[in-house]
């Protein structure tokens, strides 16, 4: 399995970024997808969920600024982040969970400038 994250970067406080993460060697769409980040001195936490039928979850912190989305024609999940604030900077993962094994992409830097 390859999960092969996109899209961080450096954006000001109320922008919005959008991450990408591209996923081969399994069979994508009938698995459910996440996104994790760990920022600076934290452990990871679990940003967001999206099962194979494309029910989504979210942790508290992002809800109503955070939109996750699969496009299981391109083996890719989103994750779309609006009105991003200085406590969003981390490294952003996508992750799966894929014959009994968590597998996790490279991750991509998010930094959020107040």
């Known amino acids: 399995v390859q999960l092969q994250a996109s899209g961080g970067g450096l954006v000001q406080a109320g922008g919005s970024l959008r991450l990408s993460c591209k996923a081969s060697?399994?069979?994508?769409?009938?698995?459910?997808m996440a996104w994790y980040r760990q920022a600076p001195g934290s452990q990871r936490e679990l940003v967001a969920t999206?099962?194979?039928?494309?029910?989504?979850n979210y942790t508290n912190s992002v809800k109503g600024r955070f939109t996750i989305s699969r496009d299981n024609a391109r083996n890719t999940v989103y994750l779309q982040m609006n009105s991003l604030k200085p406590d969003d900077t981390a490294v952003y993962y996508c992750?799966?969970?894929?014959?009994?094994?968590?597998?996790w992409g490279r991750g991509t830097l998010v930094t959020v400038s107040s």
């Open positions: 992750s799966t969970r894929w014959r009994g094994v968590q597998w």
């Open positions: 060697g399994m069979n994508f769409r009938i698995n459910a």
């Open positions: 999206i099962s194979s039928e494309g029910s989504t």
